[in-house]
């Protein structure tokens, strides 16, 4: 146990300067049953006070503060390894981010290992302020944040004490409302609330990035957030208690779901709700493989290097992401030249297509057939060259990949 005492003891006064009584840590053990071995710290002094002990709960560190000469103004935070036979290393100042001119004093170190102090050099609400350290990844403390009322007041607030239970703790005060001066106070702390989750795709159980999430309150039907999931398909808001959500998560490749949750009957002490969404892929492979128009050059069969790259997109929607997939293959002209002319070309250029998958690893029974429909199946109201622009022309030139499975033993379509 570590304790702060002052050096007027045993009815000896301090012999610092100006005989002044300044304050001391010293430790104790618990050893059957009795407190033994008061020791004096080697960091104290009687020039000037050391004092307010708090250890971190890896018991590796302790913080305290004291005036001593070299610091940023009265009384300033320091922190000291503790070495594991129980030896305190050098003291170290906490820096300019925690101490000011003014005096930081009474940290504590709670079970996440945040640092709280109280100061009257930081802006506040009166003298004494209670605040808390933010720090990064690296636990390097990078800000402060007052933590406001009414755990501050326009009096002094200090000598915070957060129970590990997160919830519940202590701060004394000489606030108006007091039984005398300093008085303890108790209070009851409700954490932040989020939501996080993943967004799956529901065939290949894969993480999906670059799904739009938004957030709505379910009661007012407003937007209260949207973000975007990151490469490992996480997500996270904030939100609020007693409240009423909905979630909807949309991706090109996949239609959009609603999902619903409420906070009511959260419990105080939960900081974190958990919310996965499922999304299934819509069953269209040129919108799954991000498919550009695949070219075949006037009259011929061949595999241009642009429609190769298109086609390798499709290979590995096949054989990686959904790799129980199972298409047919259809290719179509536009409506130019005869029948015979067309069907002829759009079979020549069914096969070549098909034959580039083969060779190309996707294996023969996941392409159950390959056909070419010639002119027969327009997608638009297309005759000829003088009822059509060139644009129009074009659209029914096409490669059409139908889905007629994508997981296995479930048929997607016929």
């Known amino acids: 146990m570590y304790f702060t005492r002052n050096n007027f003891y045993d009815k000896k006064e301090g012999y610092g300067a100006s005989n002044e009584i300044n ?13 033994v071995e008061n020791s ?37 935070i320091y922190y000291a390894e503790i070495h594991e036979r129980g030896g305190i290393q050098t003291p170290i100042n906490a820096g300019p981010i925690v101490n000011t001119e003014g005096n930081e004093m009474f940290p504590f170190i709670n079970e996440e290992g945040k640092l709280f102090f109280s100061s009257d050099g930081h802006v506040g609400f009166g003298q004494l302020d209670v605040f808390s350290t933010i720090s990064n990844e690296d636990g390097e403390v990078i800000d402060i944040i007052n933590l406001g009322t009414p755990i501050n007041s326009s009096s002094d607030d200090f000598a915070y004490y957060g129970l590990p239970n997160g919830l519940d703790g202590y701060v004394s005060s000489n606030r108006e409302g007091g039984v005398g001066s300093d008085d303890i106070y108790k209070f009851k702390f409700t954490p932040a609330l989020d939501v996080e989750g993943y967004v799956v795709d529901g065939v290949n159980n894969q993480m999906l990035d670059s799904v739009t999430v938004k957030l709505f309150d379910q009661i007012t039907n407003t937007l209260v957030a949207q973000t975007t999931t990151d490469e490992n398909g996480y997500y996270r808001f904030p939100v609020n208690r007693k409240t009423t959500y909905m979630i909807e998560a949309v991706r090109k490749t996949h239609p959009h779901k ?18 996965d969404i499922v999304l299934e892929p819509v069953l269209d492979l040129k919108v799954l493989a991000g498919l550009n128009k695949i070219y075949f050059d006037f009259n011929k069969s ?9 086609l390798n997109k499709v290979i590995k929607v096949m054989n990686i992401t959904y790799p129980n997939m199972i298409i047919k293959l259809e290719a179509h002209t536009d409506p130019v030249g005869s029948h015979a002319y067309n069907d002829n070309l759009s079979e020549r250029r069914a096969k070549s297509t098909y034959e580039y998958l083969i060779e190309n690893g996707v294996s023969k029974d996941r392409i159950v057939s390959y056909k070419g429909f010639g002119k027969r199946v327009p997608i638009n109201h297309c005759t000829s060259k003088q009822d059509c622009t060139p644009e129009e022309l074009e659209l029914n030139r096409r490669t059409e990949f139908p889905i007629l499975q994508i997981k296995k033993g479930i048929v997607a379509s016929k």
Do not use: C
Not at 23 to 35: C, H, M, N, R, T
Not at 302 to 310: F, G, H, K, N, S
């Open 40 to 76: 004096n710290l080697r960091m104290n002094s009687d020039y000037y006070s050391t004092g307010h002990p708090s250890v971190n709960q890896a018991r590796t560190r302790i913080y305290f503060a004291s005036d001593r000469p070299g610091g940023y103004g009265g009384t300033d």
């Open 258 to 275: 609603n999902v619903f949750f409420n906070t009511a009957s959260t419990p105080k002490a939960q900081k974190i709700m958990r919310q």
């Open 23 to 35: 304050l001391k840590i010293y430790s104790a053990k618990f050893v059957d049953g009795e407190w």
């Open 302 to 310: 061949d595999i241009r290097p642009d429609a190769a790259a298109e």
